[in-house]
């Protein structure tokens, strides 16, 4: 029934009070130690973070472990995050989180080498040909190789594993491919020859991956390629983009016009949103 006070009709007609939007400081949060964030590390919120040139495990805000690595190595995690292989200079090595062991696994030439080992450490993708040892005599070897481009040739630049170690994503610089776990290919799509993969994450569903695309100067772009569709769309100016092992993906992006560019310097936004 309608109400026949004019002030009470009035009342219900406004508009509810808009939402805040919170700030960083407002969201449950765990305080951590000045550090720079290394890299999420398997499938169960595991990360690194770098303290003053030492590589530490944490979990939940809380430190498990001091890794025997050199912080900026090339590493990659075990899916639950117990080990980890790093790539150093003509060798991959496997190092155990929690005591600090070690196994040598495989030497190589170091000349443009790019190596991706799988979420189970099973099988391993590499640009190159590997010189097993004895600890990795069972680990299964895909080789991925230089692909022709009209009169020019093109190697690997960046290789990357599904999480469920179904799929290979392999970046060329003009096109992306999509490997089984075989290395046999499932789907190629171009990509504009500029920038370098920061990093790669594929769809939860396997259907599509999403490259962040780092340029000499920032802001980079992000790709999001479509195996089904087999095109790779450009979405320009994200700053950085990281998405964690549940799928929640964070943006940073600058915000107004793009300053003009007088010389070479690193150009900085006024403004930022995450």
């Known amino acids: 029934m309608a109400s026949a006070d004019p002030a009470q009709a009035q009342e ?43 590589l530490n495990a944490y979990e939940a805000g809380t430190r498990v472990a001091e890794v025997a690595v050199s912080s900026g190595s090339s590493l990659q995690c075990r899916s639950d995050g117990q080990q980890l292989i790093y790539q150093g200079t003509g060798h991959v090595t496997k190092v155990d989180i929690a005591n600090g062991d070690s196994q040598w696994l495989a030497a190589f030439d170091n000349k443009g080498a790019t190596i991706s080992i799988s979420p189970d450490f099973k099988s391993i993708a590499t640009s190159v040909p590997l010189e097993l040892k004895p600890p990795a005599a069972q680990l299964k070897v895909i080789l991925v190789g230089d692909k022709k481009n009209g009169n020019k040739t093109e190697r690997p630049w960046w290789i990357k594993w599904s999480d469920d170690g179904s799929k290979i994503a392999v970046e060329y610089p003009t096109f992306v491919e999509i490997l089984d776990r075989n290395g046999v290919k ?10 370098w993969v920061k990093g790669g994450w594929f ?35 994200i700053e950085s983009i990281s998405i964690g092992g549940r799928g929640t993906t964070g943006t940073v992006i600058p915000l107004g016009k793009p300053p003009v560019r007088e010389d070479d310097s690193i150009q900085i936004a006024e403004k930022y949103a995450a």
């Open 203 to 237: 769809d939860r569903d396997q259907r599509a991956l999403t490259l962040f695309m780092e340029e000499e100067q920032p802001p980079g772009s992000v790709l999001k390629c479509n195996f089904t569709e087999k095109q790779c769309l450009v979405r320009p100016r």
């Open 186 to 195: 499932l789907a190629s799509m171009t990509k504009p020859d500029h920038g």
């Open 12 to 54: 219900s007609r406004q508009s509810p009070p808009p939402t805040l939007v919170p700030t960083f400081e407002s969201l449950p949060h765990t305080a951590l130690p000045t550090a720079r964030f290394e890299s999420w590390c398997g499938q169960h919120d595991r990360y690194l973070l770098d303290e003053n040139g030492t």
